[in-house]
């Protein structure tokens, strides 16, 4: 009997491990933390404020220090020319935003992240997670609009790339070489000697900046 219950109990174990391990998530945004940055709006004011970037919407989110520190997301992307991160630049665009990762050439990159709704389980698995943040513009009145809670879980991270003044889009390395297609043999060449990972942005940077030396 002694034997059947520590068997029990260990089967329990496992099963509870495995649920832990199925409830780990990986953050939905780009920064451990919030980071301090200065939003520059297109009527040439300024706000600083700490935001972080929520990849699977592209938007930011930042803490209202006027609102006992709540978690407001910034609408109303269109009147904001830029937001700086120190040396980090991030352009509001229609997609979502994205990080200024050279000028020249011009390469963005866009931080992303698979999503899904996630059920409740049957048992003892427990209940999804809730992110529920309301939407405010950060200005100086404080106002917004409230929008509706996302139930939404993360699957894996991913980037887009864009490059030229044309924005061409970028999903996999097989269409980076493809949008360098006369440098295609010497970039496989360096793409392996380097371990250049697509995820990796300042890989990518590095990369494509080499390409363009190559034309």
Known sequence: MK????????ICS???????????S???????EYKEAIVFMKDMSRVRGKL?????????????EQDKNKIKILSQPEEVTMIRFGNRIFLPLEK????????EPLLYVQYKASIQDKG?????????????????SLNRSGTGVVSDPLKLVVGHLY???YIGKKKKEINSM?????YYSKQKETLEKYIEENDIKFENAPQIMQLVQYAHSLK
């Open 120 to 136: 409740k389980k049957v048992g003892f698995g427990g209940t999804s997670s809730l992110v529920n943040v309301k939407s405010y």
């Open 14 to 24: 496992t099963i509870l491990s495995t649920w832990a391990q199925e409830e780990e």
């Open 26 to 32: 990986i953050s939905p945004f780009l920064f451990g």
């Open 52 to 64: 972080n970037l929520y990849r699977p919407t592209g938007e930011f989110y930042f803490i209202d």
């Open 174 to 178: 097989k269409q980076l070489l493809k």
């Open 3 to 10: 034997k059947l219950l520590f068997a029990l109990c260990m």
């Open 159 to 161: 980037n887009v790339y």
């Open 96 to 103: 979502g935003a994205v990080e200024v990762l050279s000028s």
